[in-house]
């Protein structure tokens, strides 16, 4: 009976989000969307398509993330957003990081990229433009990935800090404790292989046309560079995310090396108390703040 009621729910809510599509104006831009990936289909191998397309999506929308946060420290009015302000950046610690970046990406990122191809052979998974879904699908897919890695990376990342293997593993990660936006996948080869696995979690459980690839590749990148950032941006859209941890939640972390474990929600540390040192913080802050007023 209550599994018959869930799939009402989900029925009614899935007809309620295609009318509300049905009442947005056509984008503009889906047309030459339309064109250009049909002329990547008919100009480009599956194979070149998985493995050197989603290459190239990656390292563009990386290093393009990571742009506003690397362009703040230049700019004067931004110091104010800056979290922890007397650990500013360093050009040696900015250059260290992207020399082991680009190693992750090329030694470590790019063979299990190239299992793309042959992971979307096996399980069939379409590439053509008539079977791409809807947005609001996509985006429920994407969350969808983001519950899966978040999950996965909380109980990962928490074991990483187990004092007996804390110092082989994850403390490079931790070699900056002021962290910046670049510095999202700094971490030793073995890190990135653990916690990496949660991201292929949900692809694998999920994926059912290419674009969702590329789509989570995107919303994971925003979210990791974001918390990373190392600055409070008051206006930030992401902190409308219901549950969404943020910049301060996973600065804390970086300051402390202890507690908020979670990626991208904060329900984990909540269930678990792990971010109890965490709201101590927030709520001996807000009273520093009533003070200075």
Not at 21 to 43: I, V
Not at 180 to 189: I, L, N, Q, S, V
């Amino acid at each position: 009976m209550a599994t018959n009621e869930s799939i009402g729910i989900f029925s009614s809510a899935s007809l309620a989000v295609e009318y509300v599509d049905s009442l947005l104006p056509e984008n503009p831009l889906q047309e030459t969307f339309k064109n250009a990936w049909n002329y990547m289909l008919n100009n480009y191998t599956k194979f070149q398509i998985a493995t050197w397309g989603s290459l190239i999506v990656h390292e563009v929308l990386y290093f393009l993330f990571c742009l506003p946060g690397f362009l703040f420290q230049f700019i004067p009015y931004m110091k104010k957003y800056k979290i922890q302000k007397d650990k500013p950046e360093t050009w040696e610690n900015q250059w260290k990081c992207f020399k082991v970046l680009l190693f992750n990406h090329f030694c470590i990122q790019l063979p299990l990229i190239c299992g793309t191809y042959y992971f979307t052979e096996y399980f069939n998974i379409p590439y053509d433009w008539e079977r791409m879904p809807r947005w609001y699908l996509l985006l429920a897919r994407c969350f969808g990935c983001a519950v899966i890695e978040d999950t996965w990376h909380y109980f990962l990342h928490r074991l990483l800090h187990h004092k007996r293997i804390y110092k082989y593993i994850h403390k490079v990660h931790h070699e900056f404790q002021a962290p910046f936006g670049m510095e999202a996948e700094y971490a030793h080869p073995l890190e990135t292989l653990i916690l990496g696995t949660g991201f292929f979690i949900g692809i694998m459980l999920l994926c059912d046309h290419v674009i969702l690839l590329w789509a989570w590749v995107t919303i994971r990148l925003i979210e990791t560079i974001d918390v990373h950032s190392g600055y409070d941006i008051p206006l930030n859209p992401l902190n409308l995310i219901p549950f969404y941890a943020g910049s301060r939640h996973h600065d804390f972390h970086h300051m402390n090396f202890i507690g908020n474990y979670a990626s991208t929600f904060t329900w984990w540390d909540r269930i678990f108390g792990t971010d109890s040192q965490f709201i101590a913080y927030i709520e001996k802050m807000k009273k520093i703040e009533k003070k200075t007023e």
